[in-house]
Structures are given as C-alpha cells and as structure tokens.
C-alpha cells in the first residue's frame, strides 16, 4: 500500500522521539575519526512544511514538536539540526531523518535512503541532492538485505515503516533478523508506533526474546486529538551506541510530564 503520507503527521510526538533519538546517537557514532553508513528504508520526502493545510488538518505538530521544542538545549543534536533546516527553508520547516542525518553526518559518511512512493521519492531527491544522498526508488527491506553489510561497515539502518499493512508486525522480526545476521555490528533501529489496541504487543515480544542485549524505548503522549490512536511511540535497538539508555531516561523524564 502506498497510501501513507506523512505530511500530515510530521512534526508530531512520535518524530520527536524518534528524532531526538536518532540525532543522539548519529552525533554520538560521529565523535570517532571513523565513516560510517548511514541507511533508511522508508525516507519519505526529508522535508515537511508545518504550515501547510496538511499539518494543520490534523494538528499533530501543533501538539508536538510546538510543545517539545523547549525541552532541548541549543546545542543538542536535535536542536543543532532542526536550527539548521530552519535557517536555510524557513521557520515552518520542519526535516525528516533523511535531513537530520544530513546535518550531521560528515562529508566521508555515505546516505542511502529509500521511497517506494513515487511522489514522495521525487520530493526527496530534490531536497537531498545537495547532501550526496543516494536514493533509490525501491522496496526499502529490499534495500537494506541487499546494501547489507555496507562500506563502510559501521554504521546505522532506520526502519521506520507506516505500518499500513497489519502483517508489517508478524514479518518485521523475522526480516531484521535476516539483516542483523547479515551485519553483525550495525545499529539497527526499529520505530514502532503504540496504538490503543497495542498491536506492537507481539512483535516486541518476539524481538525482545530474539535480541536480548538490544534496547528497547517506549514513550507515552496524549492523543493529538479526540479519537486520534497514536498514544505513543516505540524505538528497538540492536547494538545500541554506549550512553544511549541514559538518553532514553532523560527523554522519558520530558515525556512523562505531558
């Protein structure tokens, strides 16, 4: 299904969750002289305008990113990356991952991002063609079992899928240990959304009881509005960077006074 789109819910609790996070460890992987690879399988277009009538149909960055801004200090990751994106396309824009990864990652580091979705794939090629991004318009499991392991070998996988199809949740263990097995020492992050009928239950279980050593981070929010289902958001992480469980926990804190 390529339905999904994210315009709508940019910018939202769930982005900055897993956003704050992910900027943390890419800036954390980054204070080694080393390159790394840097891989997403469901990028989206990597920039949304927080003004348009999509954002403010649903209101879900009014309740989110509007909200949270204040919790992170100038020079955390997140901040450094969203003042960046502000300074060059406005105030109203808000970056995916594919631009916050951008942002802070260094020239030697490589990008390959993945879109199905046709309008939202040439949405990122345009945006992303001044960061040396390769993007590839194709099945991004596909992606990643092929690119995997890559060159360089360190480096980080977002899988961050729409979960439009109810299976995502009974083949997606079963696929990220195929990569995993593939490329032992990637950090592999999962996002996941909490839904009030929990259907995320199993599958962490399951991948929980296959990856004991991983991390696994759930948050909880409000409803952006009445009868909206997203009540939080999940991050599972394989080989996760030294320092990260303290982020969490710091983050959790943020959350909790909601």
């Not at 997140?78 to 109203?92: E, I, K, Q, R, T």
């Not at 046709?118 to 318009?137: D, G, N, S, W, Y």
């Not at 995320?200 to 929980?208: E, F, P, S």
Request: aromatic share 8%.
């Amino acid at each position: 299904m390529l339905s999904y789109q994210h315009s709508f819910h940019a910018g939202n609790m769930a982005d900055v969750h897993k956003h704050a996070m992910l900027a943390w460890m890419l800036s954390y992987l980054t204070r080694k002289d080393k390159p790394l690879t840097y891989m997403e399988t469901h990028a989206g277009r990597a920039l949304y305008d927080l003004g348009d009538s999509a954002a403010l149909k649903t209101g879900e960055a009014a309740q989110g990113i509007a909200k949270a801004r204040q919790w992170f200090a100038a020079d955390h990751p997140y901040a450094v990356a969203l003042d960046a994106v502000a300074a060059s396309h406005g105030p109203n824009a808000y970056p995916g991952s594919p631009l916050i990864a951008a942002h802070l990652l260094r020239a030697s580091d490589p990008l390959f991002l993945s879109e199905l979705h046709p309008q939202e794939f040439a949405a990122l090629q345009t945006v992303m063609k001044p960061h040396r991004a390769i993007c590839q318009h194709r099945d991004g499991w596909e992606m990643a079992l092929s690119q995997c392991p890559p060159d360089p070998r360190r480096g980080i996988l977002l899988i961050d899928p729409s979960f439009e199809v109810k299976s995502d949740y009974e083949t997606i263990p079963k696929t990220i240990g195929q990569i995993h097995r593939k490329w032992g020492v990637g950090v592999i992050v999962l996002w996941y959304p909490i839904l009030t009928d929990a259907p995320h239950t199993a599958m962490i279980h399951h991948m929980k009881q296959d990856h004991p050593e991983a991390l696994s981070h759930e948050v909880r929010f409000p409803p952006a509005r009445p009868g909206h289902r997203m009540v939080g958001s999940g991050l599972f992480v394989m080989n996760p960077p030294y320092g990260l469980e303290k982020e969490t926990a710091w983050l959790s804190a943020r959350f909790a006074k909601l």
